[in-house]
């Protein structure tokens, strides 16, 4: 009964900010023992975890990234979001949002996640 769903521009320009909305169904993103997680999929690439929002609140982001992405909560509409900041053309990507009771790390096991959604196209181009 649980469901995920991104929603958001999917067209951003370079040096811009993308943004992505995920509203859940089914469960509480302040439930403590839950994760909510922004993952993308790049061409040619396999899965790559951007970070998590867990109990709280507190978030926890790929290294690589940290210095450019944000996710925050909006527990009055049960949303989490992604703000990821001077996109380039390698920012391109399907990105989805998951959710569980494990926290998010760099390396994606799909099995590791309880939740889905079906993922939107973000593609950066001028």
């Known amino acids: 009964q649980v469901q995920l769903q991104e929603s958001g521009p999917g067209l951003v320009k370079p040096s811009q900010t993308l943004s992505l909305t995920c509203t859940v169904s089914?469960?509480?993103?302040?439930?403590?023992?839950?994760?909510w997680s922004w993952i993308r999929q790049s061409p040619g690439k396999g899965l790559e975890w951007i970070g998590s929002?867990?109990?709280?609140?507190?978030?926890s982001y790929d290294p690589a990234l940290k210095s450019r992405t944000s996710i925050s909560r909006n527990t009055a509409k049960n949303e989490f979001s992604l703000q990821l900041s001077s996109v380039t053309p390698e920012d391109t990507a399907v990105y989805y949002c998951?959710?569980?009771?494990?926290?998010?790390?760099?390396?994606?096991?799909?099995?590791?996640?309880?939740?889905w959604g079906q993922g939107t196209q973000v593609t950066v181009s001028s």
């Open positions: 998951a959710g569980g009771t494990r926290p998010g790390r760099p390396t994606v096991v799909r099995a590791e996640y309880d939740y």
């Open positions: 089914g469960a509480s993103i302040t439930t403590t023992r839950n994760y």
């Open positions: 929002s867990g109990a709280f609140g507190i978030t």
